[in-house]
C-alpha cells in the first residue's frame, strides 16, 4: 500500500506540527532558559569576570611592582653611590691617620733611641771617668811603690858600688 | 529505475512521524522529538552545571568549551547585533544557541539520527518565542506606539510612499520574520535530515545487491560528506537563528535603526 516517493503520504503532513511535540519542546526550552538564566549560567559568568578582574588587578600589581621595584632599585643605587663614596672616604681617613700615627710612632722610637743612646753614652762617659780615676790612683799607688822599690834598691846599692859613692861624692863636691 | 525499484523509499511523513512513548493519545503526547528537545535542554544545563559547579580561575576540559562559547555568542552575537546594552540577553541567546545546535546535531548522532529542528513542532514554537520577546523588548522600551511609529515608518521617507511602505513594513518586521525563522531552521534541517537518509538507504540497498556493489562508494562517500556538511549545517542554523533572534531584539531596543 505504502507505494510513494517522497512526500506522498497524506495522512501525516510533513510541515504541520503535532500538539505533543510542540508542549514538549516549548516546555524543554522554557525550563533551560529558566534554569540556565538563574542557575547554570551566572557561576560560569562569574568565574569569567572573576578571572577578567584577576588578570586586570594582576596586571596593575605587576604595574605597581614594577614601579616599586624600579624607585627600590634607585634608592639602593643612590645608597650604594652613597656607601662607596663613605666607604672611600673612610679609607682615605683611615690612610691619613694611619700616616699619622706612623709617623708619631716613628718620631717617638727615633726620640726613643736618641734618647737610649744619649744616655748610654753619658753612662759610659761616667764608667770611662771612674775608670780613668781608679786607673789613675792605682797607677799613681803603683808609680810610687815602684819608685819606693827603686829607691830601696838603689840605697842598697850606694853601699856597694863606687860609681855610686864616687857620684855621691862628685855631687857632695859640686854643690858645696 | 528498474534495477533500483525495489529500493523502498519511505515517504517523508513515515520519516517524521514518530509514535508516541509516553501518554499517547493525550495533547501531552511524548515522543522521539520530546526526548530530543528534552535531551537538549538537559545536555546544554549539565554542561553548564558542571563547568560552574568546578570552575576555576585557570579553566579546563569542558569549563573552557563552555567559556568560549560564552564568549563567541557574547561578542559574535551579542556585542555585533546589539550593543553593550544587549549584554543582559547573553544567557538567553546562549540557551538559545545550544538548545537549536543540540536539537540539531541528533542529525547524526548514531541511532537517534534525528534532528528535532526538521519539525515545525520545534521552529514554531522557537520563531513566535523569539517573536513575542523582540516585539515585548519593543514595547517596553519604547512604549507601544513609539515602538510601532519606528519600526512601521522608516525614517527620511517622503510622505506619499509612506501608505506603499507601512504595510511592507507591517508585513516584513511582524509577519514575515517569525515565519522564516521558523521555516528556515525547519527546512535546512529537514533537507539535510532528507538527504542523509536518502544516501543511507542507497548504500544500504547497494550494500545488499551483488550487482550494484561495485556503485556502493559513491553513495556511502556522499553520506560520510553529507554527515561533515550536517554538523556544520547545525552549527551554522543555530548560529543564525540565534543572531537573528539577537538582531531584532536590538533593534527593538535601539528603537530607530
Known amino acids: ?176 | 529505475m528498474f534495477l533500483l525499484g525495489s529500493i523502498n523509499f519511505p515517504p517523508i511523513g513515515e520519516l517524521l512521524n514518530w509514535k508516541s512513548i509516553l501518554f499517547g493519545g493525550s495533547a501531552l503526547a511524548l515522543n522521539k522529538i520530546g526526548l530530543i528537545t528534552i535531551a537538549a535542554a538537559v545536555v546544554t544545563i549539565v554542561m553548564f552545571g558542571l563547568a560552574g559547579r568546578g570552575a576555576k580561575l585557570v579553566p579546563t576540559g569542558l569549563q573552557n568549551v563552555v567559556e568560549y562559547s560564552v564568549e563567541f555568542v557574547t561578542n559574535l552575537i551579542v556585542l555585533d547585533a546589539m550593543g553593550p546594552e544587549g549584554i543582559t540577553w547573553v544567557p538567553w541567546l546562549v540557551g538559545m544557541f545550544f538548545f537549536i545546535l543540540f536539537s540539531n546535531l541528533f542529525e547524526v548522532i548514531p541511532f537517534i539520527q534525528m534532528p528535532a529542528t526538521a519539525r515545525t513542532s520545534v521552529t514554531i514554537p522557537l520563531a513566535l518565542i523569539s517573536y513575542i520577546t523582540f516585539v515585548a523588548v519593543g514595547i517596553k522600551k519604547q512604549g507601544f506606539g513609539k515602538y510601532l511609529k519606528g519600526a512601521l515608518i522608516p525614517k527620511g521617507v517622503p510622505l506619499p510612499l509612506l501608505p506603499l511602505l507601512i504595510p511592507l513594513e507591517f508585513l516584513s518586521t511582524f509577519i514575515v520574520r517569525p515565519f522564516a525563522l521558523a521555516i528556515r531552521l525547519f527546512g535546512n534541517m529537514l533537507a539535510g535530515h532528507l538527504l542523509l537518509v536518502t544516501f543511507a538507504i542507497l548504500s544500504e540497498a547497494l550494500f545488499v545487491k551483488s550487482l550494484l556493489l561495485i556503485a556502493l562508494p559513491l553513495p556511502f562517500a556522499m553520506l560520510v560528506v553529507v554527515t561533515g556538511y550536517e554538523i556544520f549545517v547545525s552549527a551554522l542554523q543555530a548560529f543564525i537563528f540565534t543572531t537573528l533572534t539577537a538582531v531584532y531584539i536590538g533593534e527593538a531596543m535601539a528603537g530607530d535603526h
Open chain 1, 1 to 176: 500500500m505504502h507505494i510513494y516517493i517522497f512526500g506522498a503520504n497524506q495522512a501525516f503532513n510533513p510541515i504541520l506540527p503535532a500538539t505533543g511535540e510542540i508542549i514538549w519542546s516549548v516546555i524543554s526550552f522554557v525550563v533551560l532558559l529558566a534554569l540556565l538564566v538563574k542557575f547554570a549560567f551566572p557561576p560560569v559568568k562569574k568565574i569569567m569576570t572573576d578571572r577578567t578582574a584577576k588578570i586586570r588587578s594582576d596586571i596593575e600589581a605587576a604595574e605597581m611592582a614594577r614601579l616599586e621595584a624600579e624607585r627600590v632599585l634607585a634608592e639602593y643605587r643612590s645608597q650604594l653611590e652613597e656607601g662607596r663614596k663613605e666607604a672611600n672616604r673612610l679609607v682615605d681617613e683611615a690612610r691619613k691617620t694611619a700616616g699619622l700615627v706612623r709617623e708619631d710612632l716613628l718620631k717617638r722610637a727615633q726620640e726613643e733611641a736618641a734618647d737610649i743612646k744619649r744616655r748610654a753614652d753619658e753612662s759610659l762617659i761616667i764608667e770611662k771617668e771612674r775608670v780613668m780615676s781608679e786607673l789613675r790612683s792605682s797607677v799613681g799607688d803603683l808609680a810610687v811603690e815602684l819608685a819606693s822599690r827603686v829607691i830601696s834598691y838603689e840605697i842598697d846599692r850606694v853601699s856597694i858600688d863606687p860609681l855610686v859613692v864616687q857620684f855621691l861624692s862628685e855631687v857632695g863636691a859640686t854643690t858645696k
